[in-house]
């Protein structure tokens, strides 16, 4: 996950570019001679009551159990962990416009035409922002290395470094408040983590807030609930118009420790070094994997997690596990033989930490069919144990969700939440388009998010195969109903 909100974007977001499709038809089974969509292919399509849908729906019980049961106790036991293992372990983390995510591209497509699935790349151009070097030395009051994370798309700092008295704030309004004393020096940001939404304004805003009132960098505490003083990094905006200063972010410990020191009107000084530098737009691509319908093939549920990562940690979590539950889904579906009446469509989105960048141009380039869009799902706020499914839709849409969570009874995950979520699908959720996300009960996720706590060891097999299971009984459901979900 970057963040919630809408970053600026230039050009290049409205460029169209080509449609790369390099699919393959592989043979397929019979596969819906098991299907209960066979069965209902023949039945009425009189105007629904409530109760008919939720027969309809009660019908899938016994597929929706053989698919949770294929998950987590079958065959496919750990397979969605051993994948993201495998994926994570051999290429790393996966920054925009790098050569790691291009491998990690090659690799998911690679690894998803073997298992039998229809694959394509759809070309998109991204940022390519590199770190380089960077440090940070407190050195008044006393001499104290910092640890920082340089925030995606800062500048760097002149070779020789930024020395500068440093102040610091805990809001912007106390910025505003004390405008005058910030000018020449280096902002440190102490803001309190309230919540991830609110609190990342600090580290989208925080160096354009400070330049304005005449800093000349930022270091910003760490977007965390919780810290074994490690840096948190993350995509930061410049706004047109004011000058571009480095900016970095800082672990809170730090962060408490500066605003202790000027609590008790210490001088603070501190000596920033940073590479930091913007290159040209990369191409890269969404990597696209299905099962077509054998009914509607032009109606699609689609299921996402973007496969690119921050520079650090191995991006297991964010959102590794997302794309392998979304890879592992069709896998079982297609396992079981199932093959529903309307496409499955899993898009791996590149570029995401960049504010959705992969993700926007999908949508500019398919829109022409919002129409046939009838789900979308996204999960990129970890693979923890799942305890439901967040829904935004119609009120009609949601009666038809509640009956499709009954279905993931044996697995205790039949809680539908409001608000479902994500910064890749908002597009076609904002056109209309009802919208699913993953809820997992751990609070976990923003220890790790963007740091290089974010590890294969944060995740765990079996909370794996929950997700994957509600993921694709979800999936196949909605793709499988005589209709689509009413808007
Ligand atoms: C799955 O992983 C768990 C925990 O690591 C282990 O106990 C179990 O044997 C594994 N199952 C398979 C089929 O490998
Ligand atoms: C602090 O570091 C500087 C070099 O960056 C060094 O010259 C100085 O001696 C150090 N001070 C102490 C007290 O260690
Ligand atoms: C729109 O849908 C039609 C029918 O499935 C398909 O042929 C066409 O390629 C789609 N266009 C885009 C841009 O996805
Ligand atoms: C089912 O999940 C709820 C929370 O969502 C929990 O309170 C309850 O104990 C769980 N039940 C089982 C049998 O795991
Ligand atoms: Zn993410």
């Not at 921050?310 to 991006?315: A, R, S, T």
Request: net charge negative; hydrophobic share 40%.
């Amino acid at each position: 996950m970057a963040w919630k909100g809408r970053p600026s974007f230039p050009l290049w977001l409205f460029v169209f570019l080509t449609l790369s499709s390099v699919s393959d038809s592989h043979p397929q089974p019979d596969r819906f001679l098991n299907s209960p969509s066979a069965v209902r292919a023949a039945s009425s399509r009189a105007v629904k009551r409530a109760s008919d849908t939720a027969v309809e729906v009660a019908g899938y019980a016994d597929v929706a159990k053989r698919i949770i049961e294929l998950a987590v106790v079958g065959a496919a036991q750990n397979r969605s962990y051993s994948r993201l293992a495998d994926f994570t372990d051999t290429i790393g983390n996966r920054v925009s416009g790098s050569q790691n995510l291009d491998m990690a591209i090659k690799y998911m497509f690679n690894a998803m035409r073997q298992d039998g699935l229809d694959v394509h790349l759809e070309q998109v151009k991204i940022p390519h922002w590199v770190r380089g070097k960077e440090s940070a030395e407190m050195i008044m009051p006393r001499n104290k290395s910092l640890a920082i994370l340089g925030l995606g798309s800062s500048v760097g700092t002149p070779p020789e470094g930024i020395e500068a008295e440093v102040v610091v704030v805990q809001s912007f309004e106390e910025l505003k408040r004390r405008a005058s004393e910030a000018t020449g020096r280096i902002v440190v940001f102490n803001q309190p983590f309230v919540s991830y939404g609110e609190t990342v304004a600090y580290r989208a805003y925080g160096a354009s807030e400070a330049a304005k009132v005449g800093a000349v960098a930022t270091l910003i505490r760490s977007v965390a609930p919780f810290s074994i003083n490690s840096p948190h990094t993350g995509w930061q905006d410049y706004q047109d118009g004011v000058k571009r200063i480095p900016t970095a972010c800082i672990t809170i410990e730090d962060a408490e420790l500066m605003w202790r020191l000027a609590q008790r009107r210490q001088k603070i000084v501190v000596q920033l070094k940073m590479e930091a530098k913007t290159l040209p737009d990369v191409d890269s691509f969404n990597t696209v994997a299905e099962i077509r319908g054998w009914q509607h093939p032009e109606q699609v549920v689609l299921l996402s997690g973007h496969l690119d990562s921050w520079d650090v940690g191995q991006g297991a979590m964010d959102d590794g596990g997302g794309a392998m539950i979304s890879w592992e889904a069709l896998s079982l579906i297609k396992d079981l033989g199932l093959r529903p009446r309307r496409t499955l469509r899993t898009v791996l989105w590149t570029a995401e930490e960049q504010g959705g960048v992969g993700a926007q141009q999908y949508f500019n380039l398919h829109k022409v069919n919002v129409s046939n869009f009838d789900l979308v799902m996204e999960s990129d706020m970890g693979t923890f144990t799942p305890v439901g499914l967040q829904f935004t839709g119609s009120e009609a849409a949601r009666k038809v969700m509640e009956e499709v969570v009954k279905l993931l009874a044996p697995i205790n995950t039949t809680k539908l939440e409001k608000s479902g979520e994500g910064t890749d699908i908002s597009p076609w959720m904002q056109a209309g388009v009802p919208g699913a996300s993953l809820h997992v009960g751990d609070s976990r996720y923003f220890w790790f998010h963007h740091s290089e706590g974010d590890t294969m060891t944060v995740q765990n097999p079996r909370d794996m195969d929950l997700c994957s299971a509600l993921w694709a009984v979800v999936a196949y459901v909605v793709a499988d109903l005589q209709d689509m979900l009413p808007r």
